[in-house]
């Protein structure tokens, strides 16, 4: 109870609790009003949301989430769904209350520890005035309502902004393996956290001892454990990427190809992304899917020019980090929409947001034309995930 006064009476953590509540019900509040007052799109995909409370917050993935929870590993699509998040969502069912809202909880939970872990490496690797900046650009970044959604997102980000902030903060390698194996637990692109670890543990591997390694292999075990039971069920180790292809088509390709396919859908996209009377107007969805590339053109080119910038800024591990996680949707595009959930996985490339929230904290006026503008966009893809419309 007295580090919890402590912490209540920490001024820099009160502006990241302000932020998550304020963020947290701003999106709440607009898919309520989206999913009472706004036509819905015809549901597509399966498996569809469950039923009960908030179930608009678990449309299109959140639909294979909650009947993973419910059901388990149903058929071999669903294997492409690392498990720690649904067994969560079990966990809260078993509680009482439905899959949907326990989805919503957890990812709303989630986020007041990632966006004060996120302050305090921010703090670490500039100054306060960009922790504020940086916890500002994540929560109302436009992709930002699925850290409320029914989706991996805000719990990922839990593992892998915790791990990076135990390492670089606490400066302690077990913390930070521990964060790590949730992470990779979470989302496959979790693997990536290795390289921060092992490159931190190298360099104090005198320090720290020979056995220390042992915690580096720690933290993959939760990953080598799923792909042990992977190699029993579907006798592959790796079916959880088979199962992307197979499903959804991804496959590595050339990324050229990918980035000159896209470069055509954002084009013909705009037609309907910047009219939200074609978006919304009758039931049919397919207008949201042709503008979801122009969205994720715009992020493509935002994510290129933070790399750039955050060359020299941010640690090597950290930059090729955020380089990596965001290279695989690049590399294995779907074969419809090139970038199809790019606006999502950004969300992952989280040191990006602390060079972000550096370069804003120095310029008042683009910071709050930029956050009024990012905060503006991701009212309108809330509005148009809550009423069936894709998004990512």
């Known amino acids: 109870m007295g580090r919890l006064r402590t912490l209540a009476a920490n001024a820099d953590f009160r502006f990241v609790l302000a932020v998550w509540a304020l963020s947290r019900l701003l999106f709440l509040v607009v898919g309520a009003l989206g999913h009472a007052y706004l036509t ?11 039923g009960g409370l908030l179930n608009y917050w678990a449309n299109w993935d959140g639909g294979w989430y909650t009947t993973i929870a419910q059901d388990g590993y149903f058929n071999s699509a669903s294997t492409s769904f690392f498990p720690l998040y649904p067994i969560a969502i079990w966990l809260g069912t078993h509680l009482g209350g439905g899959g949907a809202i326990w989805g919503v909880a957890i990812s709303v939970a989630a986020l007041l520890p990632t966006l004060w872990f996120l302050y305090q490496l921010t703090e670490r690797l500039f100054d306060r005035r960009a922790a504020r900046g940086a916890v500002l650009s994540l929560a109302l970044f436009p992709s930002a309502f699925f850290l409320n959604a029914v989706y991996t997102e805000s719990l990922f980000l839990l593992g892998t902004v915790g791990c990076i902030w135990a390492l670089r903060v606490r400066g302690n390698l077990l913390l930070a393996c521990i964060f790590a194996y949730f992470a990779m637990l979470t989302r496959n692109v979790g693997v990536f956290l290795l390289l921060p670890l092992a490159w931190h543990w190298f360099q104090r591997r005198r320090e720290l001892g020979s056995g220390s390694g042992l915690y580096v292999v720690f933290s993959a075990s939760g990953l080598a454990a799923f792909m042990y039971y992977l190699w029993q069920v579907r006798g592959d180790p790796l079916y959880f990427a088979v199962a992307q292809q197979q499903t959804w088509g991804r496959a590595f390709t050339n990324p050229i ?5 896209a470069w055509s859908t954002a084009v013909f996209g705009a037609r309907y992304a910047f009219h939200p009377h074609v978006m919304f107007a009758g039931t049919n969805a397919e207008p949201a899917f042709k503008a979801s590339d122009t969205f994720n053109m715009i992020l493509l080119f935002v994510l290129v020019f933070l790399l750039v910038m955050a060359i020299g800024r941010l640690p090597l591990d950290l930059w090729l980090y955020s380089l990596f996680v965001m290279a695989i949707p690049v590399l294995t595009p779907s074969p419809f929409w090139a970038l199809t959930s790019f606006s999502r996985y950004f969300l992952a490339a989280f040191p990006i947001f602390c060079v972000l929230g550096f370069e804003l904290s120095r310029h ?3 910071r709050w034309v930029v956050l009024s503008a990012s905060a503006t966009w991701g009212v309108y893809l809330t509005l148009l995930f809550v009423t069936w419309r894709w998004v990512a």
């Open 40 to 50: 819905q799109a015809s549901p597509g995909g399966f498996p569809r949301e469950p």
């Open 364 to 366: 008042w006026l683009l």
């Open 257 to 261: 190809d990918t980035l000159g396919k």
